[in-house]
T-cell receptor, first 114, second 115 residues
Framework: AQTVTQSQPEMSVQEAETVTLSCTYD???????LFWYKQPPSRQMILVIR??????QNATENRFSVNFQKAAKSFSLKISDSQLGDAAMYFC???????????FGKGTRLHILP | ETGVTQSPTHLIKTRGQQVTLRCSSQ?????VSWYQQALGQGPQFIFQ???????GRGNFPPRFSGLQFPNYSSELNVNALELDDSALYLC??????????????FGPGTRLTVL
């Protein structure tokens, strides 16, 4: 079964500091994609960053970067220089290349402390 | 460019009733996916529509059904509502096929409460 596990239900970080959110996944597929989505109180799911499994280089998007460990099936998100606007639920997600459904983890609620 | 919109924003129904939720896809997108997000959980895939036909379905009973119209907008219908159907229902649109690097763009969701 394809599963995504986020072991940290909640995390807090001081503004301007760095925080890492953890995610592990389980799959027997070789062609897949990994995502981190942000869901603020407005409820709209926003794609933060995407990683193709065939790429060894870790994806980065401005202050957001991932640590993709394919053998360990680990996909963590690092947020640098945390800002108040980063406060939200963060979902790790997975999609098999040929499929259209996205499988989400249960989420990590991130609090930013001023 | 217009983003994904959903209506209504909130809805309250009673057990046994039927409900229809609506989604307008982002301009140029002809693929629509629906997800159910229960409180405190991640979204779960219900089904996807492409070219007005169902193109993949998650583990949901037949009382969850959908439609896609020629303008690519979509409806999610739920019959015989149960208390456990209370959730945020998210719609996402994408370019075909949604596999590969094509991103799914999400709407703000419809909050359904079943009493």
């Amino acid at each position: 079964a394809q599963t995504v596990t986020q072991s940290q239900p909640e995390m807090s970080v001081q503004e301007a500091e760095t925080v890492t959110l953890s995610c592990t996944y389980d799959t027997s597929e070789s062609d897949y994609y990994l995502f981190w989505y942000k869901q603020p109180p407005s409820r709209q799911m926003i794609l933060v960053i995407r990683q193709e499994a065939y790429k060894q280089q870790n994806a980065t998007e401005n202050r957001f970067s991932v640590n993709f460990q394919k053998a360990a099936k680990s996909f963590s998100l690092k947020i640098s220089d945390s800002q108040l606007g980063d406060a939200a639920m963060y979902f790790c997600a997975y999609r098999v290349g040929r499929d259209d459904k996205i499988i989400f983890g249960k989420g990590t609620r991130l609090h930013i402390l001023p | 460019e217009t983003g994904v919109t959903q209506s209504p924003t909130h809805l309250i129904k009673t057990r046994g009733q039927q409900v229809t939720l609506r989604c307008s896809s982002q301009s140029g997108h002809n693929t629509v996916s629906w997800y159910q997000q229960a409180l405190g959980q991640g979204p779960q895939f219900i089904f996807q529509y492409y070219r007005e036909e169902e193109n993949g379905r998650g583990n949901f009973p037949p009382r969850f059904s959908g439609l896609q119209f020629p303008n690519y907008s979509s409806e999610l219908n739920v019959n015989a509502l149960e208390l456990d159907d209370s959730a945020l229902y998210l719609c996402a649109s994408s370019l075909p096929p949604a596999g590969g690097t094509n991103e799914q763009f999400f709407g703000p969701g419809t909050r359904l409460t079943v009493l």
